[in-house]
């Protein structure tokens, strides 16, 4: 099986994830994670038509003007994801082919 791909992503605060989420205190909203490792899956896998997000689990706050990594490990069903940085992982989800 291939290894863990990864790459780098800079949150800044003008990329209008965090409008809303919440005044005083922004936080990349949990959707906005997992579409990020969605669509880095799409790239890596663009034979897939399709990803069914199988399990979520938020651990920590993510905030603008951090650097993370999103990586994705390959399953027999799918990928095994995570947005981190070196402090740990913020995001894991558990992605299935949906063709």
């Not at 790459?7 to 005044?23: E, I, M, Q, Y």
């Not at 906005?32 to 890596?44: E, G, M, Y």
Request: hydrophobic share 40%.
């Amino acid at each position: 099986m291939a290894e863990t791909t990864s790459k780098s992503l800079k949150v800044t605060f003008d990329n209008g994830h965090c409008a809303g989420h919440f005044p005083g205190h922004a936080i990349v909203p949990a959707a906005v994670q997992a579409q990020w490792l969605i669509r880095f899956a799409s790239d890596i896998s663009p034979e897939t038509s399709g990803w069914k997000i199988r399990q979520l689990k938020l651990l920590r706050e993510l905030q603008p003007g951090c650097d993370v990594d999103i990586s994705l490990a390959p399953t027999k069903l799918g990928f095994k994801g995570e947005v981190s940085d070196a402090d740990g992982p913020y995001a894991q989800i558990s992605l299935v082919r949906h063709d």
